[in-house]
């Protein structure tokens, strides 16, 4: 059984540009959700994709949008990128979106925007 | 709206003393709460939930709805223990709220 894992690992780029983020979620798992971690917070939710389709987003614009694949992988897509999207972005996945399950998290992609 | 604190940013105590982490959190209904952790150079993983109502590693966690606190409690800490902790709310899969964490470090 493969854990999450999510790519690329670091990634800079500049105020502006449009970056696209992967995650591969754990075999088996139908949900995946996106946080954003900025230095010294905890995560904070993006959004949730529950079988191709959003579930549920956390207090963030539009320009911050996702894609779950019939595989129940994830790409998340921030466009127009601002200094303040520097931060670690965590993706997790579920066995479903109800909250009793457990979310298995993945190493994070850093992004630095210059 | 869903938020949870975590009034210490970092905590400090001997091995062998009782830690408390403390957390609070407002919610309008019945919330699922959790901790989470996170070992030096470790994935951030969960460590209880408070339906489960287990022990994890020696710590429980006991959700108190009149304080709207789920505190974490072990009673002689380790130096393995040595981690950040966050404590999380779930609004049934519409919003998974965080707090900032607390930093707990086990002195020998």
């Known amino acids: 059984e493969t854990g999450v894992t999510q790519s690329p690992t670091h990634l800079i780029k500049t105020r502006g540009q449009q970056v696209t983020l992967r995650c591969s979620s754990q075999s088996g798992h139908n949900t995946v959700s996106w946080y954003q971690q900025a230095l010294g917070q905890g995560p904070q939710f993006i959004f949730q994709y529950y079988r191709e389709e959003e579930n549920g987003r956390g207090n963030f614009p539009p320009r911050f949008s996702g894609l779950q694949f019939p595989n129940y992988s994830s790409e998340l897509n921030v466009n127009a990128l601002e200094l303040d999207d520097s931060a670690l972005y965590l993706c997790?996945?579920?066995?479903?979106?109800?909250?009793?399950?457990?979310?298995?998290f993945g190493p994070g992609t850093r992004l630095l925007v210059l | 709206a869903q938020r949870v604190t975590q009034p210490e940013k970092l905590l400090s105590v001997f091995k062998g003393a009782p830690v408390e982490l403390k957390c609070n959190y407002s919610?309008?209904?019945?919330?699922?709460l959790f901790w989470y952790v996170q070992y030096s150079r470790q994935r951030l993983q969960l460590l209880l939930r408070h339906i489960s109502r287990e022990s994890i590693k020696g710590f429980t966690a006991d959700l108190n709805k009149g304080e709207t606190s789920f505190h974490l409690k072990k009673p002689f800490a380790q130096e393995e223990d040595s981690a950040m902790y966050y404590c999380a709310l779930d609004n049934y899969g519409q919003n998974f709220v965080f707090g900032p964490g607390t930093r707990l470090s086990v002195l020998p």
């Open positions: 997790a996945s579920s066995l479903d979106r109800e909250g009793r399950e457990t979310q298995y």
């Open positions: 919610y309008s209904g019945s919330p699922e």
